[in-house]
């Protein structure tokens, strides 16, 4: 694909995607045929800072150039559409989101096994795959609209391009999945982070004030429920693992929020977690260096653990522990505990849509991905020490990788263990 697009760019059949802010935002208005974005949120700034990232540092095949275009404009696109529609109806902006019950976990802790455990209990909303990438309908007929076909489409495309996902991140178009993809709207999070290298795009988002993108996050999660055909009357569950790294801010967005906290041992979830952003920055680049994707998530991930934990200290809210080896011991019993704690009952018919999901293949897929530390060059003693500095430095490796050519990192010579 990388050898045909350059050919049909240099031949002029096709025209090479501009990454370029103003480029971006008039193609998302010529899509929409809507000028209005918003300015509240600082969008504009992210975007800047994240295209000279792409630029900069990414690496980008024409792959990957093709997919960043596409993401972008299409981010773009749901910002002005939410805008005018904000406008036509603002009554939606009205909607109560009481509270939420926010699953608080690292990237591969367990955080969408416990989501889904939840959705299964219809007294609880909970946002769809459609919904998240695809909040605002490009068209509407009646009660149709096209995010369903948008949905599908897009998730078939991250499927052919990138077979592990369905593996690392077994999903469906209409089954429940957390709200990353709001944040794209908002230019903003991990869900750009992990599938480009843009450390200083990243290093933006962590030194900023989030709030006003947690603002608009509420906003969005207002037009699903109303586009539903809801009141806001049912709590909704959110999880996003950037929720750990700005609980702060959410808190102050969503005041009566009830947290459940995951837990799982650093040194698996630093592996689960570098092998997933390498199975997806290794799609659209050729140059991925394992060891700089290990190095830096570990970073992100004692930051992010750093920063929950002072938040929860200073939480007036309901919360609960749940650790991953327990739930894969005893998933009722710790469910059980999670629902007392949300001063809730779990009834029999939910505890049975639970046993349902457990026993669903597509869960069952997770024990499929294998990975290492040492993919990444990564021991637990530097995992550990990462984990008690909280992020606040960036490691070095032990051996050096001196010598070794960006995106050439030497194979591990073991077999690869461990489990999702």
């Known amino acids: 694909m990388n050898g045909m697009l350059e050919d049909a760019w240099s031949k002029g059949w096709l025209s090479r995607p501009e990454l370029a802010p103003e480029g971006l935002v008039a193609a998302a208005r010529r899509k929409t045929g809507l000028a209005a974005m918003g300015e509240e949120s600082g969008w504009r700034d992210r975007l800047g800072s994240l295209v000279d990232a792409l630029h900069a540092e990414a690496a980008l095949t024409p792959v990957g150039q093709v997919v960043a275009y596409g993401q972008l404009v299409s981010a773009l696109a749901n910002r002005a559409r939410a805008h005018a529609l904000w406008q036509r109806h603002p009554e939606i902006l009205d909607l109560p989101v009481p509270a939420p019950v926010i699953v608080l976990g690292q990237m591969r802790s367990g955080s969408t096994r416990m989501q889904r455990m939840l959705a299964c209990d219809p007294r609880l909303a909970h946002t769809r795959f459609f919904e998240s990438w695809n909040p605002l309908p490009g068209m509407r007929v009646g009660r149709l609209d096209d995010r369903l076909l948008r949905g599908w489409m897009g998730l078939r495309c991250a499927h052919w391009l990138n077979p592990e996902f369905s593996v690392i991140h077994p999903t469906g178009t209409r089954q429940p999945d957390e709200e990353i993809g709001l944040h794209n709207v908002s230019i903003f999070g991990s869900a750009f982070e992990a599938q480009w290298r843009v450390p200083s795009f990243a290093a933006a988002g962590e ?214």
């Open 207 to 420: 030194a900023m004030d989030t709030r006003p993108v947690y603002a608009e996050f509420k906003q969005l999660l207002q037009t699903i429920a109303w586009l539903r055909g809801e009141r806001g009357e049912r709590p909704w569950i959110l999880k996003v693992p950037q929720l750990t790294q700005d609980l702060a801010a959410v808190l102050e967005i969503f005041p009566d929020a009830r947290l459940v906290c995951l837990d799982r041992p650093a040194a698996a979830l630093v592996a689960s977690s570098a092998s997933l952003v390498h199975s997806q920055m290794r799609v659209q680049s050729d140059s991925v260096d394992r060891h700089w994707i290990g190095r830096e998530w570990l970073r992100k991930i004692a930051l992010r653990q750093r920063r929950l934990a002072a938040a929860r200290a200073h939480a007036d809210v309901a919360q609960v522990d749940v650790a991953f080896d327990a739930m894969n011991a005893d998933w009722r019993g710790e469910m059980h505990r999670v629902y007392h704690a949300l001063g809730m009952v779990l009834t029999p018919d939910v505890e049975r849509r639970m046993a349902r999901y457990a026993a669903r293949r597509g869960h069952r897929k997770l024990a499929r991905h294998r990975y290492a530390l040492a993919d990444f060059g990564l021991d637990e003693a530097q995992v550990d020490a990462a984990m008690r500095a909280g992020g606040t430095e960036r490691l070095r490796l032990v051996a050096s990788d001196a010598g070794t050519p960006q995106g050439r990192s030497p194979e591990p010579a073991h077999a690869r263990t461990g489990m999702a």
